[in-house]
């Protein structure tokens, strides 16, 4: 394997995670220590762009929902679908994408899908009507895959145990920029372009990440741990995989929390726009506000709470409070409290937005350690778990217009109590209460525990 500061950081004596899995002393090669620290730094950043990638691609192009809806003269419902397009395609793209990085390595799949995306988002640009946007979005979805499943794929490789746990909340601290400043790009853009200015700057972006994967991500699967089987050894592997009760649970948790998630990304436009007559300019401000508590709770994960308390409360915890958040959101949005105004409602998103730092990265973590052979196929299962059930809960919550908050409360709801429900009924964190990670690491999907 091409060495990296991130795998020289792993090889640093480490004790066992107690979680079954000792991680090998191995010496670390001469050098200084602050070549070390850069080389580490720039693959961290390297993954955090591909991790930043989707919500780019989605929240750039938030601000602009309802000039799409004028432009294209297609009703807000059909413009809704230019992300379920897109999200639907970055989940199938997964399932394609995961296994051949399992068979050929994480940075040739990945360079392709990265100049496919390229030429999907270039095409977006000249899209004369929303059915043939809805389209090329779906195309840029599915090139868009790659650094998505690669990514995590990536991290399984190089870590274990809490440190996985711990650079995934650095991975949400640095894709988590995106979201912030990504409404705020996309309103400044609108200012001076229209909405196919969006689309020219993630044309331009894709380019520099590209040339970037390209120049500083080495390739972190050796030959020998590759599969060498074809389709039916990916289909086997994956079968293993969803037949681990607990990693379904977790991937089912995770998805219905990114579900939630994902009604506010589709619907707060309409909500902060429409519903409540805020500019652009606001819209983002507000969404900007809600990443920076995402990532301020996924940091307090990371560097405070990993090592002092379990990964399950934690998740726990969080999971209680998005159903805490949703239930005040749907209470204030059908009018239980009057007319309550855009800040209570803006109060509400926030909190459920800040619990998803506890969410995530917290149910990546148990579930990719539940494998170590076939980290590929599970990060695919995982992605695509997510983004199907986000798009599925796209559409819904439009689906009373655009004079209502309801739906999008609603659907948030019925996420969040499904995500409590998946966690304490098929993970059964009480069952491994004395692990302080999930179980043991499982070849090829199987798991060592029920």
């Not at 390739?219 to 289909?235: N, Q, S, V, W």
Request: charged residues 10%; aromatic residues 6%.
């Amino acid at each position: 394997m091409p060495e990296s500061g991130v795998s020289r950081a792993q090889q640093i004596p480490t004790p066992d995670t107690g979680a079954g899995l000792p991680v090998t002393a191995v010496p670390l090669p001469p050098g200084p220590a602050a070549t070390t620290r850069r080389t580490g730094l720039l693959v961290t950043l390297v993954l955090g762009g591909l991790t930043a990638l989707p919500p780019l691609s989605m929240d750039m192009y938030l601000p602009a929902l309802p000039a799409v809806t004028d432009s294209l003269h297609a009703p807000a419902a059909t413009v809704q679908l230019t992300l379920t397009a897109c999200l639907t395609g970055m989940a199938l793209g997964q399932v394609v994408v995961g296994p051949m990085s399992d068979r050929w390595g994480r940075r040739r799949p990945l360079l392709l899908g990265m100049i496919v995306y390229v030429l999907a988002t270039a095409i977006c640009v000249f899209a004369p009507t929303a059915e043939l946007l809805i389209g090329f979005r779906l195309l840029q979805g599915l090139a868009g895959a790659a650094g998505i499943v690669i990514a995590r794929a990536v991290v399984r490789d190089l870590y274990e145990g809490e440190d996985m746990a711990r650079f995934f909340s650095t991975l949400m601290l640095i894709s988590g920029v995106a979201p912030v400043i990504a409404p705020v790009i996309g309103g400044q853009v609108l200012r001076i372009t229209d909405w196919r200015g969006i689309f020219a700057v993630l044309t331009v972006i894709g380019v520099l990440l590209t040339l970037v994967v390209r120049k500083w991500l080495h390739e972190t699967l050796p030959p020998a741990e590759r599969h060498t089987g074809g389709i039916g050894e990916a289909l086997r592997t994956m079968r293993g995989l969803l037949a681990d009760r607990v990693f379904s649970g977790y991937m089912i948790a995770g998805s219905l929390a990114f579900a939630a998630l994902f009604a506010y990304v589709s619907a707060s436009p309409f909500v902060v726009q429409e519903i409540y007559g805020a500019s652009p300019q606001t819209f983002s401000l507000l969404f900007g506000i809600n990443s920076i508590g995402l990532i301020t709770v996924g940091q307090i994960n990371g560097k405070i709470l990993v090592g002092r308390v379990s990964l399950d409360k934690a998740l726990g915890f969080g999971l209680a409070v998005i159903v805490l958040a949703a239930t005040a959101l749907l209470l204030m949005t059908s009018g239980v409290f009057g007319d309550v105004g855009l800040v209570p409602v803006a109060t509400g998103l926030f909190v459920l937005m800040s619990a998803m730092g506890l969410a995530m990265p917290n149910t990546n973590t148990q579930a990719l350690m539940r494998t170590k052979h076939a980290a590929g196929s599970a990060s695919a299962l995982l992605g695509t778990s997510q983004f199907m059930i986000g798009a599925v809960a796209s559409p819904l919550v439009g689906i009373a217009g655009e004079a209502t908050a309801v739906p999008m409360a609603v659907v948030q709801l019925v996420c969040a109590v499904g995500a409590m429900a998946c966690f304490l009924g098929l993970c059964r964190p009480w069952q491994r209460a004395g692990d302080r990670t999930a179980g043991p690491s499982a070849s090829g999907g199987q798991s060592a525990r029920g």
